[in-house]
């Protein structure tokens, strides 16, 4: 039993992001294709069945041509999103820091939300229990192995966390999650373990 996760292709930068409705850029369509391809070239390596994305445009947008190559239809649900980072999403950097000046997700308080969003340890307990429920369904085969969700850097980052057993804060480093890396999460007799971290060669 295996999960692929996948962070979304290169979105633009200069916005703040989280819940922003903005898109991908050339460049990160570019790597949504190549990735797609990668995965068709090697289907039967990673014998996907089962595609998960979360419904924000930038992943949907890196899950259209996985969609197509691999001819899966993916199924498209909020709790794969980043942390809310509620009036902040998509907004300018600029216009960020005129309206909400000093409002980063790494100077928040772990139990102070984002201006009508989510606070740092609200987000890890949706990742937590989506993540740990998921699981659960895909050991009791309610979803078809293996499975390959396409998500965002937060959410991936706490994930390493809690597969490594560290504690998480919002002001943790993070693990190295490239725009369209692959992260490997397989079953193995001590649980879900990550076998293989941020995994870029289809970019080359």
Avoid at 74 to 94: C, I, K, Q, S, V
Avoid at 104 to 121: C, H, K, R, V
Avoid at 123 to 143: A, G, H, N, P
Wanted: hydrophobic fraction near 35%.
């Amino acid at each position: 039993m295996k999960i692929f996760l996948v962070r979304h292709g290169e979105d633009e930068s200069g916005y703040r992001g989280g819940w922003s409705s903005r898109g991908l850029v050339s460049n990160g369509i570019s790597q949504s294709r190549k990735l797609a391809e990668y995965l068709h070239q090697n289907k039967d390596m990673f014998k996907i069945n089962t595609i998960f994305s979360s419904d924000l445009n930038r992943a949907v947008e890196t899950s259209r041509p996985i969609e197509t190559m691999l001819n899966i239809q993916a199924g498209y649900f909020p709790h794969w999103r980043e942390m809310n980072n509620g009036l902040l999403a998509g907004l300018a950097n600029t216009e960020a820091e005129r309206d909400f000046p000093g409002v980063y997700f790494n100077t928040l308080q772990m139990d102070e939300a984002f201006p009508g969003g989510e606070s740092p340890i609200a987000f890890f307990q949706r990742v937590k229990s989506v993540f740990e429920e998921f699981c659960s369904q895909i050991e009791r085969r309610e979803v078809k192995s293996n499975v390959l969700i396409v998500t965002h850097g937060g959410f991936i980052n706490v994930l390493y966390y809690l597969l490594n057993g560290l504690e998480w804060t919002n002001k943790s480093s993070f693990y190295p999650i490239g725009n369209a890396s692959v992260h490997t999460i397989e079953k193995t007799d001590d649980g879900w373990e990550i076998t293989e971290s941020n995994d870029m060669k289809h970019l080359e």
